[in-house]
């Protein structure tokens, strides 16, 4: 059996010793980059590097970012060097994405890509194998039904949220009452900037009070 086959039928080799021996051979044509991060200008990367490096990682990419921010120069640096059959590879997954949505996010633009993923860390997350890919797959097919079940139960909550008489939206910048005034006084001549002034709202609320009454003529410029 060629080291080719072991990998894809995921023979218990050590993965290390079968990528170094594939890519000397020639039989793999592909490069595989690492990424770390860490959190805090304070903390290390160094193990991650070596952690990295153990595992055949041709060039190790590294940042200092919390992993909820999205723009992290190095992570974009490394997805857009890949190539197909290039490796991604991180200690763990959490390195690479602080949620479930953002994992798939990136693996998404790696599939795209013709690229691989692997983390060390943890054993079911390699796309580089058949078993890999269909744990990424059942894992994206749970994103998907929680975020339906999210869907469901928000519009099932603004429904009966409106049926008890709450309303959406930004809040009304006039009571009721000071609306009636308002167009009171529009009907008697009162000039909008006047009003907005008066009532601490901006020209176009009164413009839009204008509009909406039939009483309002003659309210734009001076009342005579």
Known sequence: MHL???????IAFPRVIIFHILVSK???KMTIYGYARVSTREQDLALQDHQLR???CAKVYKEKASGIRRDRPEL?????????????VVTRLDR?????????????ELATRGAGFRSLKD???DTTTPHGKLMV???????EFERELIRARTGEGRKRAQERGVRFGRPR???SHQRQEVIQRLSEGAVQADLARTYGVSEPTISRLAAASPFARGAVGDPR
Do not use: F
């Not at 080719?4 to 995921?10: F, K, L, M």
């Open 4 to 10: 080719h086959q072991a990998v894809e039928r995921d």
């Open 26 to 28: 020639g039989e793999l």
């Open 54 to 56: 153990e595992a055949g």
């Open 76 to 88: 974009a640096k490394v997805i857009g060097r890949l190539e197909p059959d290039d490796v991604l």
């Open 96 to 108: 690479l994405a602080r949620s479930t949505r953002d994992l798939l996010n990136v693996l998404d």
């Open 123 to 125: 054993a079911w997350a």
């Open 137 to 143: 797959t059942v894992l994206g097919g749970l994103a």
């Open 173 to 175: 910048k006039l009571t």
